[in-house]
Structures are given as C-alpha cells and as structure tokens.
C-alpha cells in the first residue's frame, strides 16, 4: 500500500498506510456535505422558511 499510482497521486496529501483510505473516505463525505448543504441553501423550500423566519421575527419586534 505504500506504492503505486493510488499512492503517487495522493500519497502527501493522506499518508502512504493502510490508513490513508479511510482519510479518503472522510475527505469525500465532507465534501458531498459541502456540496448538499449548498445546494440545499439554493432550494425554494428554503427560500421559503428563511421568509417565514423573518416575518416572525419581524413580528416580534425588537
């Protein structure tokens, strides 16, 4: 596990052992979170509780 392309190609990045995949594994999740939680922040249910949010707010006064 400590050569080959897999280990040239990221081997800085995650570490040359048997560990490095799981150091993958949690690089990858985070990065589907980024991705979901974005796309989420985009989404018209959002939009609309954001709304919702501030009208009580506003509603509540200072």
Same mark, same amino acid.
């Given at each position: &596990? ?5 280990? &040239?190609? *990221?081997? $800085?990045? /995650?570490?040359?052992? #048997? $560990?490095?995949?799981?150091?993958? +594994? /949690?690089? +990858?999740?985070? &990065? *589907?979170? +980024? *991705? +979901?939680?974005?796309? !989420? /922040? ?8 954001? !709304? !919702? ?5 506003? !509603?509540?006064? #200072?």
């Amino acid at each position: &596990m400590a050569h080959g392309a897999g280990a &040239m190609a *990221i081997g $800085d990045w /995650f570490g040359r052992g #048997p $560990d490095r995949g799981i150091a993958l +594994v /949690f690089t +990858v999740a985070g &990065m *589907i979170g +980024v *991705i +979901v939680t974005l796309m !989420a /922040f985009g989404s018209s249910a959002y939009r609309r509780l954001s !709304a !919702a949010y501030a009208q009580g707010q506003a !509603a509540a006064g #200072p």
